[in-house]
């Protein structure tokens, strides 16, 4: 069972008062958990409950007026979409991907002549539908990647929305307009787009539409999973509420079972004491038989060898040592970041790659893991603990 109460709703104004406490992992007023933006030193914000910081990640997609005038069967139309950045701090976002769906048709990805969106700036995107081959109305999906980041960290989201285009019949311009659709949204986050409608309410002098239209956008998280952007392969996710479970350490040196609590929400693991000591680590690695430290084997382990954190519902660790390590069997460098799986082993010492392990094993309930149990292993034999 977690330890930690899972965040139902949004974060309310105690929970941001009480986050400006550093230490507090807990909202003292409603007692829900404090999930800290990893980028909370220049936002100030919470994640909310889809695991997303609302203050870094403000996307907004909406459609210009345009050009076109009407929609005929055989036309095709080149959507005037603007991408803005709500974020009110500052926070640039950075748009990875941007896909566009039709009826029938597979997503096609479109070409983007720019990535970073800084705070309160919009750019333009010339979304082609292709030919329109029926009367009728036509749905399109888009869905967009975007990204924020902190450091070296990187946290994707994908939204998605809909839009509804009439397309009239061939023929002579005299057109009788079946949708009698008003509205802009007809529900289900689907907008309307219809430019005959946009056209004759200008001509009439009547200024609904002097603005761009906004699009409904809703987080796509299974289109995250399935397009690989969060979570592992198998779907399956390690989230913000995951246990680690310690085991194999000496006292003091491993921090109590549960979620990550640290401010930035990264744990900083190698031989130098933890900060409860003063120190900077978070989980302190040494070789140690029955208590004693064997001082000649742990002055390998670099003073901090590595981060543990959770990005993008993968758990990831970062090699922080000049001498790099060992997952499995692969060597890797300082300042690789990879996503642990299930079984692994991570061996600090490359020269010695069975005097210290920490072996990595997932407990999943569906398609969540519930806890990571971190175990620590010290001269074992064999080429796997
Ligand atoms: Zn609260
Ligand atoms: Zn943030």
Not at 157 to 177: C, L, N, R
Not at 179 to 184: F, K, L
Not at 258 to 270: A, E, K
Request: proline share 5%.
């Amino acid at each position: 069972m977690n330890q930690m109460a899972r965040l139902t709703s949004s974060p309310g104004k105690c929970c941001f008062k009480a986050s400006l406490d550093r230490e507090a992992t807990f909202c003292d007023e409603c007692g829900s958990p404090i999930q800290r933006c990893m980028a909370t030193d220049e936002c100030g914000g919470l994640l909310d409950a889809a695991g997303c910081c609302p203050v870094c990640v403000a996307p907004e997609l909406s459609l210009d007026a345009g050009s076109a005038s009407s929609i005929k069967v055989g036309g095709s139309l080149a959507l005037p979409l603007l991408v803005s950045n709500n974020s009110p701090v500052g926070r640039p976002l950075f748009v990875e991907e941007l896909w566009i769906k039709g009826d029938d048709s597979e997503p096609r990805q479109v070409d983007l002549t720019f990535q970073r969106l800084n705070s309160e700036s919009t750019a333009e995107v010339g979304l082609r539908t292709g030919v329109f081959e029926t009367a009728g109305l036509h749905r399109f999906d888009v869905h967009i990647v975007v990204a924020t980041r902190y450091l070296w960290r990187e946290e994707r989201y994908v939204f998605t929305t809909a839009i509804a285009i009439p397309v009239d019949p061939e023929g002579p311009s005299e057109i009788v307009q079946n949708y009698n659709i008003q509205a802009d949204e007809i529900g289900a986050g689907m907008t309307i787009y219809n430019p005959t409608r946009i056209q004759k309410e200008r001509e009439a002098g009547i200024a609904t539409h002097a603005e761009p239209i906004r699009l409904t956008m809703r987080r796509a998280d299974t289109l995250e999973r399935s397009l690989g952007h969060r979570g592992y392969t198998g779907n399956l996710a390690v989230t913000k509420y995951t246990d680690l479970i310690w085991q194999g350490f000496d006292p003091g040196h491993a921090p109590l079972d549960g979620p990550i609590r640290t401010q930035t929400g990264v744990l900083g693991l190698g031989r130098a004491s933890n900060a409860p000591e003063g120190g900077m680590n978070d989980v302190r690695l040494l070789i140690t038989h029955d208590g004693e430290i064997d001082e000649e084997a742990s002055v390998h382990i670099s003073r901090r060898h590595f981060h543990l954190f959770i990005e993008n519902d993968r758990l990831l660790l970062r090699v922080e040592s000049q001498n790099g390590l060992l997952l499995n069997d692969t060597p890797w460098r300082r300042g690789k970041m990879i996503a642990l799986k299930d079984g692994d082993v991570i061996r600090p010492l490359v020269s010695r790659p069975n005097a210290i392990a920490l072996k990595v094993l997932f407990e999943t309930q569906h398609d969540e893991v519930d806890r990571i149990i971190l175990k620590r292993l010290v001269d074992f034999a064999g080429d796997r603990p």
